[in-house]
């Protein structure tokens, strides 16, 4: 088990990081005592299904915990197999604009101006920044430039990718609403038609062989597994997790089925992490 601990100052973007440590495969706990840390990895580690990565949003709203931080972290070392600290800065500036942005309150403002709040976070911030695995500056972040910074970092350290789930349908049926993608086949000659194969569906090898023998067929295949191809690495810069390509013919059973299962055959060569469902089809 792997353990990070999120920390930084107030308005650095820590929310923005623990959903796209989330996105990567991190069970993310935010704003938990650092003195029950220890107790969540000891009932995690009993669990049924095995958490491999953990990471614990922590920052000065804990209160006086916050002082008890080293002291937890020196316990659950003793648990783990490691245990990192990403600390989370931005210049005065950033941090007053964000504030002014939001309306919200600096928890440290209450006495004084936003600038004196972020001063005296700082200061009592000072020990633990300097304890720090990794220190990241977001002054100039956006936050799709913070998520994609996230990714960068950690996600060798997570068998997570992104996620490619082909779906089948009938158009006849309604589109899928939440598809990212959408391939008509409907132009191609139909199955249906040929007595032997009307029964059938597209996870029949005669239906593919019949569907596939048209030079249209196969060149639709090949722009296909190009576009995608090309878009997978698009929609991991944009920091998407996971992509729904819906592939439609008429009813559903024959076409689509078809290119569902040919192109998820391919892109599992490719190693990529797909599979299909096959909305319509009959069963």
């Not at 200061?123 to 956006?142: P, Q």
């Not at 430039?145 to 349908?169: G, M, N, P, V, Y």
């Not at 609403?177 to 086949?185: A, E, N, P």
């Not at 023998?213 to 296909?224: D, L, N, R, V």
Request: include cysteine; aromatic fraction near 8%.
């Amino acid at each position: 088990m792997k353990v990070l601990i999120v920390t930084g100052l107030a308005g650095a973007g820590k929310s923005s990081v623990i959903k796209s440590l989330e996105d990567i495969g991190y069970y993310c706990i935010d704003n938990l005592p650092p003195n029950l840390m220890r107790d969540f990895i000891k009932i995690s580690s009993r669990a049924d299904e095995k958490i491999n990565s953990i990471a614990f949003g922590i920052d000065l709203r804990t209160g006086k915990l916050f002082d008890e931080m080293e002291n937890s972290i020196i316990e659950i070392k003793k648990n783990v197999d490691r245990v990192e600290i990403l600390y989370l800065e931005a210049s005065d500036e950033a941090i007053r604009n964000r504030y002014k942005e939001s309306r919200r309150s600096h928890p440290y403002s209450s006495d004084g101006t936003l600038i004196d709040g972020i001063k005296l976070e700082r200061d009592k911030l000072k020990d633990i920044r300097e304890k720090a695995d990794y220190i990241i500056d977001t002054s100039n972040m956006n936050i799709h430039q913070l998520r994609d910074r996230i990714k960068k970092t950690f996600q060798a350290k997570t068998a997570s990718k992104l996620k490619i789930i082909l779906e089948s349908f009938g158009f006849k049926k309604g589109i899928p609403l939440d598809v990212d993608m959408l391939f008509d086949l409907r132009f191609l000659p139909n199955p249906f038609y040929i007595e032997e194969l009307s029964d059938k569906t597209g996870l029949n090898k005669k239906v593919r062989d019949y569907v596939m023998s048209f030079s249209e067929s196969a060149i639709m295949m090949q722009k296909m597994t190009d576009m995608i191809e090309f878009l997978i690495p698009q929609f991991e810069q944009e920091g998407k997790n996971e992509i729904i390509i819906g592939i439609g013919c008429t009813g559903g059973n024959h076409r689509s089925v078809t290119f569902a299962f040919l192109i998820e055959e391919y892109l599992k060569s490719k190693e990529c992490n797909v599979t299909s469902i096959h909305r319509d089809m009959r069963r």
